[in-house]
């Protein structure tokens, strides 16, 4: 299930993506050959005017294919009014950054729609008066602990403990769990939602789990439910979708540094089968946290996107700004290759994460 709902988010922020290169192209009166979800083989398509729509088979990616985005001799040609290399250079960019944009755009979209409808949130100082139904809920759960034995799980909403002389049931904070769970090394049972059932299990804490006192291994919050008229919605989603997009950033140049100095490390990024377990962490929460997991995904594509790198649109933007200063334009053959490169570069980085990936699984 989890591949499954990776599969649907990946699809649907590939296609909001190329709908903002084709939406800008097509505003711009430059043709768009073809406009496809998926790499081939193709599974279904049709054509509508000037534009050939495919569903492919392969569905980690997507493209629209721009006349003369990747120049050749009929797109060169002056007399060629609809070709992306005869626009000017701000129309060019203006078709670049609009996947970028749909990207920021959609997440802002879904921020606001999980605030409309009562996003999960983590109870802090400043929220703790708008978030209702607060609840401890486990946010994760270490392997070969006592928790994983008993088949605990993220999202689980823990509801009462009871040993044989006391009970806890009521207005549960993580310190009063944290302290019954250390004071009742012998055993005690613990109940818990998942889902819409509750179910119980026994559990005895382990020493060395956490220093100086038995535990059994997961980690806690209180979450509730923060739900917010429309226009507070937008303006706290805006709100999320700038902050959100300011910490990616960061964290993604800051691993990028650390690359050309050595310090890099793969532990901190995570491939399709890294986000394929994230996607199943995040749904045990429930469908709204699963739209600003989305979004959270759709602001790392955007991100991502605009690094300035060839084949992406980050470094087709780099192109663009070189022209625009030497007033010359970067010769075909060798904006062409660089993008070839760039891509190559790209998939073996992938295929790198994707093996740390697996790994981490054993």
Known sequence: M???IFIIILGALIFVHELGHFIVAKKSGIRVDEFAIGFPPKIFGFRKGETDYALNLIPFGGYVKIF????????????????FVNKSKLIQAAVLVAGVAFNIIFAWLLFSISFMT??????????????????????????????ASIGLQVGDQIVAIKSEDNVLDENLKIPDVQNFIANNQNGFTLE???????????????????EGKPAIGISMDMIGSLKLPIH??????????????RDIAIGLYTFIGHIFVGKANLEQVAGPVGI???VGNAAQFGFIYL???????????????????????GGRLLFILI?????????????????AIGFAILILLMVVITISDVVKLF
């Open 192 to 210: 818990y939602f998942r889902g819409e059932n509750i179910q119980t299990s026994y559990i005895v804490p382990a020493d060395g789990i956490v």
């Open 276 to 278: 394929v377990s994230l």
């Open 291 to 313: 739209l600003g997991f989305t979004a959270f995904i759709s602001l790392n594509l955007a991100v991502l996107n605009l690094i300035p790198f060839p084949a992406l649109d």
């Open 68 to 83: 003369g985005e990747n120049p050749d001799d009929e797109s060169l040609d002056p007399n060629a009014k609809d070709s």
């Open 323 to 339: 022209e625009a200063i030497t007033r010359k334009s970067i010769p075909t053959k060798v904006a062409n290759v660089t993008n």
């Open 118 to 147: 009562g996003f999960p949130s983590v109870v802090t100082d400043e929220t703790r008066d708008r978030i209702s139904d607060v609840n401890v809920v486990v946010t994760d759960v270490l392997e070969n602990s006592p928790a």
């Open 232 to 245: 507070k919605a937008f303006a706290e989603g805006l709100k999320m979708t700038g902050q959100v997009t």
């Open 2 to 4: 989890s591949i499954i």
